[in-house]
Each structure stands twice: as structure tokens, then as C-alpha cells.
């Protein structure tokens, strides 16, 4: 899953902490505000907790823990104003789908919530400026598909199967 | 004109008459003599052809048709049937199931029909030879020899005329509509006694609602039909009334399409008070009232903050709440379902297992009358098959081995279905060997799963250890059940639905699974407790009571804290300590509350930091995380929209 599947496509870049990241939009269900959690007790702390999206429960992922970044600065205690970042409400398809199995594999989709500090753009991505799978210091390789550029500033396209699946798998 | 809308219908009625065919055919095999089965086959497998034909299944159509003919012969030949005969009924039966299935999914044409050649062999063999009789003679008609244990005028009767040559058959056709005295026992029965007499003045056709309705709990004793005859109104009349307790008869003439159609007269057998209900349209209303239900706490939240403002907005509040309890109970009315739905499969299961096995098994089913909430039963189809399974193969012993220990060569499997305060417990129960808790003790010690210094199981433990995924009991795996995936997997199915199981064991005695499951599942009264800060609801279901900390003697329980209830010592659980919740100073020990869960014999007190509420609460699932503590059966949305994790009582007892 490398390369090759992933021109042209359309990316959400946003920010986690310092980084600059990207995800495909299409696995994009929506952009919430920071939403009260509740805590799930057992669950590793890269899983900030449940929220409710509409009735459904969904559960979300810290952003910055799961990249292994340092803890932001100042922690978002909810006394500041509304800008405490957002949650992204993601769709996992199944490990490796995509294929035309039809309906039987309906079920293994899978929302996830993966909070970031700031939604920054939404961009068409071609050949030209992303380049294959390739480490950026600080983040773990497996995580990573691709790098691109916007402004000449570099951003890393997440895998978010790699990312978020082990979570969810129990 | 396009059938497809009702293909749906087709698969439930048709899958109503064969659930009928394998109940008939068991209770034939059991009583070869009997002369009942066989005309109950045959009727359902008439009615099978005469709405398949109607769809243009023609493959259907086909196989109905000819099995019919075999039926029609072995009605008329009025011997016992062999044991090929029995086998061949049951074959076919499964695969008229299989092409139905088939057929309604667009693919009628991959329909095996490879067993239409036995049945035309056996239809030949089993062609009846007529033995002109005396009575025979008498009534100048091809006759059925002896039928034993008939009474002699239902003898006549019925002597007449299904065979299609007969000359009664040949009249007009007409409707009629018969209504059983509503106080009337065994309404259904009367029902198939009335249609019995009426095949023998002719050929009945469409009868509404089908025969296998009339064995349901909810049949009313209205039932309508066509019947082609020659015989006058008048005696039409005087047969149906022959059955007794008939309050009314209807005879119309010719009959054309519309008559029968629903609601078109008053009495139009009881069509008009039972429709089928898409599932889906069920689940959507209890997806939309649960939602109702969520927002009719912020309301009253609402409400209660504004009540100052302006008294009326409680009014309207209160109001709202009442009629929204009113629909959600007429929701959860309308999805339960008795549990026959799913446990007249079993006598057929547990016979062929059986027979598979070479044992003799009786196998009884009690408390059918039993609702539960239409998707916990259809969770509860498969778990209930593994457990079935695993006591014909591992419960009940070999004919062999039952003599030797004295007991009788059939062995008994009763599953029963008991309404408890506000669960349902189902129980597997066999009188076959038993566990045996020396071995698995071994066992569970060569696996590690039990330190090596325990002496003996508890059921508690035994059951534990049995549901090990990969803990197999078997000696050697058999096909039938074995490889230890039955009970894990039963029990994991049954947790999910917030069901507990618990198993009772005797050596030579038999074995006793007990599964308890909430009536329903969508919306349960909870209690909220608040842990720190976190708020945990635990429904009632499990609830036996409350009580304070330290208003109780405080005791340890192999070395944990306990409290003892009436001479009863029930272990603490302390919710902080078990959930890791941080903040939010507990209360002080002598005013922490404590709830008392009970399932079974088992009873724990869980101690929380204090009682929010009481309240209804929408279960819903969620995508549990790795290392997710297995104590959550769910969770809900409160009134302020903020999630709230629902204990489950089976992971904490």
C-alpha cells in the first residue's frame, strides 16, 4: 500500500502538535469540534474516550499520543474559548479492502474519532507532490505513506489503517 | 405483474409450513401409526405448491407437486411408514427449504433436485391397491384400509373423498368463514378438525390464516376457506358443527378473488388482526423511540431549570414523557416474540444429531408461550444449538452405557423457558453423564488454567474454566460438537446480550445449562451511580437492592472485602478500585452506597461513591478498545448528551 494508490487523491491537512499531517478525505466522515469525552476505563491512554456524534457512539483517539508526540504546551483545559481544536470522525474500511466483495464485508466498517489541533486545508494531491513512503524524524516510519509539500512545508499522509486499527482490534 | 414484493411473504408462510412438515414428521416417526401427520403434510406441502405456482417458482411447484403425489399414496395406503419413507419425507423437506430459499434470493435454478427420483421410485412403490372392502363398497369409493384408533364417524367421513377422483370434488366452489367460541380450549385444534371433516366433502383450498396458524398461541378462532364441493350448505353446516364449540358458520357461493381478501367482512378469518411487520420498520421505531427517549431527558432537564420561568413547561414536559412511555411500551409489545419462533427448529436438530450418534433421545420443550424481544431470540438461535449439540453428544450416554447405569435407553433433553422478575431464563437441561469434574480439574491444572493446589471446582469455576476458548471436554472431537468452541462461544453471545449462564452438573445425573437474558434490549431502567466523576449505569434487571456501607457487618471473603445481608456473605466489588477512577473524593465509608447485584445464585455488592438517578436508558453498542475492561455490556447517551458506559452485571458478579 506504498505507492501507486494514492494518485490522484484528494487530502485533509491538518495539524497535530508541530506536525503537519494529511489524511485522504474520502475516509473523512466529518469535522467536529472537541467534544466531551468519557473516559473508558482499561482502554490504553492514546483513546481520549466516547463521544456521541448524532446518537452514535464513537470512540476517539488523541492525536498527538498516538503519533508519539510530546504533550502539547498547555494542556486544553476547557476554560479557554471555543478554539481547543477538533475531533475528525474517520472511516476504517477493512484491512486491505476496496475489493468488490459487494455487501458481505459491509460490516467492517469502522468510525473512529482522532483529535488534531487545527484543520488547516484541503488539497488535490498528484504525483508531483507527494513522494513515497519515506521517515520524517520524530514519527514511526509504519505510519507514514507518503510525504507531500503545501507551501513548501512539508506534511506526512498518515496511515490510518496502521494508526487506528490496532485500537479498535480486541 | 411483478411478484417480487411478495417474495418476502412466501419465504416467512412457506418457512411456516415447513417448520410445520418437520414437526409432523417428527411426531410420525415417533408414532408411525398415527394417521394425523400424515394429512398435515400433505396440506402444507399442497399450500407450498399452490403459492409457489402462483410466484412461478416452477422448480418449486414441481417438487411440491410430486412429493405430494408420495403423500397423497401413503394417505391412502394408510400403513405405517418405513424408516426409508420417514428419512426420504425429512430429505425432502430440506430441500424444499433449500429451494425456497434459493428461489426468493433469484436463483431458483441452482435448486438440487436430485431427490425427485426417490421420490417417484417410492411414490410407485407406495401406490395403494385398491382392496375393495366392504365399506368400501358401501359408499361405491376408493378407501383407505384400516385406520387404527379413528372414531368411527370421522372414519367415514374422511373415508370419503380426498382422493382427487373423488366425485364430491367436482362442485362449486364455496367460501366459508367459521368462528370457534372464543372460550373455547384448543381453538386450533378444533380448527384442523373442521378442515379435516371438510376435506372429505371436497377439495379445500386457501385457508386463512394458514393451518400453521392455528396451532399459535394468538389464534382466535376465526378462520375462512374455500371449499370446491358438491355437498349442500346445509351439510357443509352440520359437519363444521360436528367439531363442536363452533359459534358461527358462514357459507357463501361462488367464490371470486376478492372475497377473501382481508377486512372484507367482519369475520374474514382474524387477517384483520394480525399483519406482518417488515423487521426493519420494527427496528427503525425502536431506534427512533430510543432516540425520543434520549431527548425526553433533556427536557426534563430542561424543564426543570425553566419551571421558575414559566409552570408550564413542566406540564408539557410531564406530558410528553408520559405519552413517550406509552409508545415505547407499545414498541417493545409489538417486537416481542414467543419463543417458539426460534425453538421449533430444535425437535428436528436434536433428532437428527441424535441419530447421527446412534442415541436415543426424548427431547421435551416447555414454556414456548415465553416472549423475549425479537433480537435477543434471534441472537439466541446459536448458542442454544451449541448447547443442544453438546448434550446429545456429550451429555447423553449410548443406549448401551444408559442400560449398564440402570437407566433407561432413551435419555431426556428438556428445554424450558421460564418468565423470572424481569428476565427470562432459558434452561438445557439432560439426565446424561455429567461432568466430570476430576478430569477437568486435571485437565484445567495440566493447562495451567487453575493454580495446582486447587482441590475442587465450584459449578462457578467449572463453568469458567469450560468456556476457555479451545478448552475442549471431548475425547475425541467429534463432528457434531467437540472442539471446545461451545461453550465460549455461547457464553460471549449470551454476555453480549447482558445475559449471564450458569451451569449445573452431577455425575451420572445430568447436566443443567442456565442462561438469563433481559426481556428486551434496546431500553432497560437503570440505575446511574457516580464514580469520582464519572457517571456508570447498571439496569435493574440485576438490581436486587441497595444499601449503605457500614450499615452492614463488614467480613472478608477468601480474603476480600464483604459484607453480610441476612446471613448471607456477599463480596464488595469497589467500583474506584476496579475502574481506576481518579478524583472526586469519595464519600466517606459510612454513606457510600452499595448495590446488590444478583444473578442466579451469585451475588455481589458494588460499591459506588453515590445514586444519580433512576432512569430509562438506551443501550447501544460501541467499538470497545483493546484492553477495554470486559464490565460493559454497552453504552448510553444522558440527558446532557455526554456518553455514560453501562456496567454489566454477569462481569462483575
Given at each position: 500500500m506504498t505507492d501507486g494508490s494514492l494518485v490522484p487523491v484528494r487530502l485533509l491537512v491538518f495539524r497535530v502538535g508541530t506536525l503537519a499531517c494529511a489524511a485522504e478525505v474520502d475516509q473523512v466522515r466529518e469535522i467536529l469540534p472537541r467534544l466531551p469525552t468519557t473516559r473508558i476505563p482499561g482502554a490504553p491512554p492514546v483513546v481520549a474516550g466516547l463521544v456521541n456524534v448524532r446518537g452514535t457512539l464513537v470512540t476517539v483517539v488523541e492525536g498527538w499520543r498516538a503519533l508519539g508526540?510530546?504533550?502539547?504546551?498547555?494542556?486544553?483545559?476547557?476554560?479557554?474559548?471555543?478554539?481547543?481544536g477538533s475531533t475528525l470522525i474517520l472511516e476504517l474500511g477493512a484491512p486491505g479492502g476496496g475489493g468488490r466483495g459487494g455487501e458481505a464485508e459491509n460490516g467492517s466498517h469502522k468510525l473512529i474519532g482522532f483529535t488534531v489541533d487545527e484543520v488547516l486545508d484541503m488539497l488535490a494531491a498528484g504525483d508531483h507532490t507527494l513522494e513515497g513512503r519515506q521517515g520524517l524524524p520524530g514519527v514511526d516510519p509504519t505510519l507514514v505513506r507518503a510525504v507531500g509539500r503545501r507551501n513548501g512545508e512539508l506534511f506526512i499522509v498518515l496511515d490510518l489503517a496502521a494508526l487506528l486499527g490496532p485500537v479498535l482490534t480486541s | 405483474m411483478d411478484l417480487s414484493q411478495y417474495a418476502e411473504l412466501f419465504l416467512a408462510e412457506s418457512r411456516e409450513h415447513l417448520s410445520a412438515c418437520n414437526q409432523l414428521l417428527l411426531e410420525w416417526e415417533r408414532h408411525p401409526a398415527s394417521p394425523e401427520p400424515v394429512g398435515g403434510l400433505f396440506r402444507a406441502v399442497h399450500t407450498i405448491k399452490g403459492m409457489a405456482a402462483t410466484m412461478g417458482y416452477g422448480r418449486i411447484a414441481d417438487l411440491s407437486h410430486r412429493l405430494e403425489n408420495l403423500l397423497d399414496h401413503l394417505r391412502r395406503g394408510g400403513t405405517a411408514p418405513t424408516d426409508e419413507i420417514i428419512q426420504l419425507l425429512f430429505r425432502a423437506t430440506d430441500a424444499l427449504e433449500k429451494a425456497v430459499g434459493l428461489a426468493v434470493a433469484g436463483?431458483?435454478?441452482?435448486?438440487?433436485?436430485?431427490i425427485l427420483t426417490d421420490i417417484d421410485r417410492l411414490t410407485l412403490q407406495t401406490?395403494?391397491?385398491?382392496?375393495?372392502s366392504a365399506l368400501a363398497r358401501h359408499f361405491a369409493e376408493p378407501v383407505e384400509p384400516a385406520e387404527p384408533a379413528e372414531p368411527l364417524d370421522l372414519q367415514r367421513l374422511r373415508a370419503a373423498p380426498a382422493a382427487p377422483a373423488a366425485p364430491a370434488a367436482s362442485g362449486a366452489s364455496r367460501l366459508v368463514h367459521v368462528l370457534i367460541r372464543?372460550?373455547?380450549?384448543l381453538k386450533g385444534g378444533r380448527a384442523t378438525l373442521v378442515i379435516r371433516k371438510m376435506q372429505s366433502l371436497g377439495t379445500i383450498h386457501r385457508i386463512q390464516p394458514a393451518a400453521a396458524a392455528f396451532e399459535s398461541d394468538d389464534f382466535d378462532g376465526r378462520f375462512a376457506f374455500e371449499l370446491e364441493t358438491g355437498a349442500a350448505a346445509a351439510d357443509i353446516e352440520t359437519a363444521v358443527r360436528s367439531v363442536g364449540d363452533v359459534e358461527r358458520v358462514t357459507i357463501g357461493g361462488g367464490t371470486d378473488e376478492s372475497q377473501l381478501a382481508p377486512g372484507e367482512t367482519g369475520s374474514a378469518g382474524g387477517r384483520g388482526r394480525h399483519i406482518r411487520v417488515d423487521l426493519r420498520r420494527l427496528d427503525t421505531l425502536m431506534d427512533l423511540i430510543g432516540e425520543l427517549v434520549t431527548e425526553r431527558g433533556r427536557l426534563n432537564e430542561l424543564a426543570a431549570r425553566w419551571v421558575g420561568q414559566d409552570p408550564e413547561i413542566d406540564e408539557v414536559a410531564i406530558h410528553i414523557s408520559r405519552l413517550s412511555a406509552d409508545l415505547q411500551n407499545e414498541i417493545i409489545q409489538a417486537r416481542m416474540t414467543p419463543v417458539w419462533q426460534v425453538f421449533d427448529r430444535f425437535p428436528r436438530l436434536v433428532r437428527d444429531v441424535a441419530r447421527q450418534l446412534d442415541k436415543q433421545v426424548e427431547f421435551r420443550v416447555e414454556g414456548k408461550e415465553i416472549e423475549l424481544d425479537r433480537q435477543i431470540l434471534d441472537e439466541l438461535g446459536d448458542p442454544l444449538v451449541h448447547l443442544l449439540r453438546n448434550a446429545v453428544d456429550h451429555g447423553i450416554e449410548a443406549p448401551a452405557e444408559r442400560k449398564r447405569r440402570k437407566k433407561s435407553p432413551e435419555g431426556e433433553i428438556v428445554l424450558a423457558a421460564v418468565r423470572e422478575r424481569s428476565s427470562v431464563a432459558i434452561s438445557i437441561s439432560d439426565?446424561?453423564?455429567?461432568?466430570d469434574r476430576v478430569q477437568i480439574l486435571e485437565k484445567a491444572k495440566r493447562e495451567g488454567v487453575v493454580g495446582p493446589h486447587v482441590e475442587s471446582l465450584s459449578d462457578d469455576q467449572l463453568l469458567r474454566v469450560l468456556a476457555r476458548p479451545g478448552f475442549s471436554t471431548a475425547e475425541a472431537v467429534t463432528n457434531v460438537s467437540g472442539r471446545g468452541v461451545g461453550i465460549d462461544v455461547a457464553m460471549t453471545r449470551i454476555r453480549a446480550l447482558g445475559g449471564s449462564i450458569e451451569i449445573r452438573t452431577e455425575p451420572g445425573k445430568g447436566t443443567a445449562f442456565v442462561l438469563r437474558l433481559p426481556v428486551t434490549l434496546a431500553i432497560v431502567r437503570a440505575l446511574i451511580a457516580a464514580v469520582g466523576h464519572e457517571r456508570y449505569a447498571l439496569p435493574l434487571t440485576y438490581v436486587a437492592e441497595t444499601v449503605e456501607f457500614g450499615t452492614t457487618p463488614l467480613t472478608t471473603m477468601e480474603g476480600k472485602d464483604a459484607i453480610v445481608l441476612r446471613d448471607r456473605v456477599v463480596p464488595l466489588v469497589d467500583l474506584r478500585k476496579l475502574l481506576g477512577t481518579n478524583g472526586g473524593a469519595p464519600a466517606p465509608p459510612p454513606r457510600r452506597p452499595v448495590i446488590v447485584l444478583e444473578m442466579g445464585e451469585r451475588r455481589a455488592g458494588i460499591v459506588v461513591d453515590g445514586m444519580l438517578s433512576q432512569q430509562e436508558i438506551v443501550v447501544k453498542g460501541f467499538d470497545a478498545p483493546q484492553g477495554t475492561l470486559p464490565v460493559f455490556s454497552g453504552a448510553t447517551i444522558m440527558g446532557d448528551g455526554v456518553p455514560a458506559l453501562i456496567l454489566d452485571a454477569a462481569g462483575l458478579v
Open positions: 508526540l510530546p504533550p502539547p504546551p498547555s494542556p486544553p483545559t476547557s476554560a479557554l474559548e471555543g478554539t481547543l | 436463483r431458483e435454478r441452482e435448486a438440487d433436485l436430485a401406490k395403494p391397491t385398491p382392496q375393495p372464543p372460550e373455547a380450549p439426565d446424561g453423564r455429567g461432568i
